[in-house]
């Protein structure tokens, strides 16, 4: 937490194949025993709520072990991990790389997975490259697919940079995505101070009352952030029966 503020992690990985050996190429059956080598997280990429740099932390640079233990200490220190689609992916991933590297887990992060909210909003696609374009936020960094993963694997600097700046680029792009869809997620976990007036969501103090909604028992005042534009719950006051 930094003046009071939580801090936010906005994350991404990307991830390698799995080399495996097999007897064909259509309607194959993979099992363990044709596991040549494990696929796993090829580079993460990181980024503070609010600030310029993306740190793009990758197997081929900083060696696996190192990028899984500098992710580690930056996932320890965060408040929030913000991400599309990792609560699924991307933090199971990590997990079981911080075992492998003979770490131990670091405290459990509040999660907010902007996949899950984007999910409800009724686009005929959830895909990041297509619901950020739709927003008018602009597109994933474009690559050439699957030659682009071989050529980092073989070690190709060219490849290798072109990953990072497809990394670094999904990173701002959750963000920017969070930023236009925070007043649409109604399960966003507390980030506020513990002032009464100010907003769950964002932390601003800059609220307005709007009107009441009410429950069988409760008349519970409506109150909306001027900045971010989320909604919550103010003073409720008990109905008389």
């Known amino acids: 937490m930094t003046d009071g503020k939580p801090r936010i992690l906005f994350l991404d990985i990307e991830t390698k194949p799995a080399l495996v050996y097999s007897f064909g190429i259509r309607d194959q059956h993979i099992t363990h025993k044709q596991i040549a080598e494990d696929g796993g997280v090829i580079c993460v990429g990181l980024r503070w709520a609010g600030e310029r740099k993306v740190t793009v932390l990758s197997e081929w640079e900083h060696g696996w072990q190192g990028m899984i233990e500098e992710t580690h200490r930056l996932v320890s220190e965060a408040d929030a991990i913000a991400t599309y689609n990792g609560a699924s992916f991307d933090m199971p991933k990590l997990m079981g790389c911080f075992l492998l590297a003979g770490l131990a887990p670091p405290p459990p992060p509040t999660q907010i997975d902007i996949y899950k909210a984007v999910r409800k909003l009724g686009f005929i696609c959830n895909k990041l490259d297509y619901v950020a374009p739709l927003l008018g936020l602009g597109h994933k960094v474009k690559h050439a697919g699957l030659e682009m993963w071989i050529a980092v694997m073989k070690g190709c600097p060219k490849a290798q940079a072109k990953m990072a700046r497809y990394c670094a680029g999904d990173v701002r792009l959750t963000e920017e ?65």
């Open 177 to 241: 995505l969070y930023r236009k869809v925070l007043p649409y997620i109604p399960t966003h976990p507390h980030m506020g101070n513990t002032k009464s007036d100010a907003c769950s969501a964002c932390g601003s103090t800059n609220t307005q009352s709007r009107g009441f909604r009410r429950t069988k028992a409760f008349r519970i005042a409506r109150v909306q952030c001027q900045d971010c534009g989320s909604w919550q719950s103010g003073a409720r006051e008990k109905m008389a029966a």
